[in-house]
């Protein structure tokens, strides 16, 4: 359903960014301003603070919760299932802790890169523009200022990567089918920031290929989380070509169709004592999401069209939303937690505009520029 393994490829573009910013220096006329490094530096401290505190306790995923908890009494590693011990209900706030933490890496590369490409533009006069020959790649960089600047990375073929900063956020797309032992696919990273209790992330990944050791995971996937004051907010997409292939296991051969694709979309909001939660199961074909009220977990069989799902009548007692308190794994379905924090209770989910919906997101794309 969705393999928790690790994303080897993040890291090689770590590499390569601060490589190819590494090589900037040289190039340009230096600016002797001690201010440099702090002004440049500024949002890269904001993204570490916002890191540090990304995730309500609510939401962690570490080992003094989900890691060490399971239903079957199993611990769990990261690159293992994250379901062992759980069925697919009682998985879910597992599988929302993995979405906000894969959101959290992203944030963190993004934190990176911004650390990198500061510290080596930062010499270069504002107004610096220029291009830098590296192996087989080439690096475009225009610096307007300090603290808004702008880079594009080209192989011989195409553009492979984009940073774009500013005062108040950054932007990071890669393809990934450029670097080795990747799943293919591009990802965006959108960041927002006003201050450390006011801040926005939008990561995505497209067009991600087969798997052939996990063929149900995931091809696409998309997280926006935001904070505000003391309440996260947020919703995650995963697209699965054949998830709902319950007849027999799927291979990468398996023909995707819109009565087979799963679109599980998740809607959360959480505060350091509990968080709730929505979870929709969706065929791709859904130009609407107008009645997405009726595609919650209790109406998988019917939305399906198959007798019991193999899961007997025990569905209607999953309705939306769940609640989980912080430090537990369970999710207390038809529960708002008015029990356990008010202020979640009370909270509304997130502006309904904006979901993708299923139609637009299993073909969407991510698009590199191709100057700057």
């Known amino acids: ?35 440099t490094t702090n002004t440049m530096s500024a949002l890269s401290g904001q993204l570490d603070t916002v890191s540090k505190n990304f995730t309500p306790s609510s939401l962690d995923y570490t080992s003094s919760t989900v890691m060490s908890l399971s239903s079957s009494g199993n611990m769990r590693a990261q690159d293992s299932n994250p379901c062992a011990g759980y069925d697919l209900f009682g998985c879910q706030p597992v599988l929302l802790r993995i979405y906000i933490n894969m959101a959290k890496m992203f944030l963190d590369l993004t934190k990176q890169i911004v650390s990198d490409t500061s510290t080596h533009l930062g010499p270069l006069q504002d107004g610096a523009t220029g291009i830098v020959n590296q192996d087989d790649k080439t690096i475009y960089y225009k610096k307007t200022s300090d603290t808004n600047y702008e880079i594009l990375i080209k192989s011989s073929t195409a553009s492979m990567g984009h940073i774009k900063v500013t005062s108040t956020g950054a932007t990071v797309i890669m393809d990934m089918s450029q670097l080795p032992d990747s799943p293919g696919g591009k990802f965006k990273v959108e960041v927002s920031y006003t201050d450390e209790n006011n801040w926005s992330i939008s990561a995505m990944l497209a067009g991600m290929s087969c798997q052939p050791d996990d063929v149900r995971a995931p091809r696409s996937f998309w997280v926006k989380m935001a904070k505000a004051n003391d309440i996260w907010k947020g919703k995650a997409i995963i697209y699965n070509p054949v998830w709902a292939s319950f007849a027999s296991e799927p291979t990468c051969d398996t023909t995707a169709t819109d009565s087979t694709s799963m679109n599980f979309y998740t809607d959360f909001v959480g505060d350091n004592t509990a968080a ?64 356990t924090s008010t202020a979640v209770s009370n909270a509304d989910f997130g502006s309904a505009s904006d979901w993708i919906v299923p139609y637009d997101f299993y073909q969407i794309t991510i698009t590199l520029p191709d100057s700057i």
């Open 1 to 35: 359903m969705f393999s928790r393994k690790s994303l080897p490829w993040i890291y090689p573009w770590l590499f390569i960014v601060t490589l190819f910013s590494s090589s900037l220096i040289i190039y340009g006329c230096s600016k002797n301003d001690s201010t």
């Open 276 to 339: 709730k939660a929505s979870v929709y199961m969706i065929q791709r074909d859904k130009t609407s999401l107008s009645d997405i009220s009726t595609y919650g977990m209790s109406n998988l069989c019917t939305n399906y069209s198959i007798n019991n799902c193999g899961m007997g009548a025990s569905l209607t007692a999953y309705l939306n939303p769940f609640c989980n308190p912080a430090a537990t794994d369970v999710a207390a379905w038809n529960s708002s937690c008015s029990g």
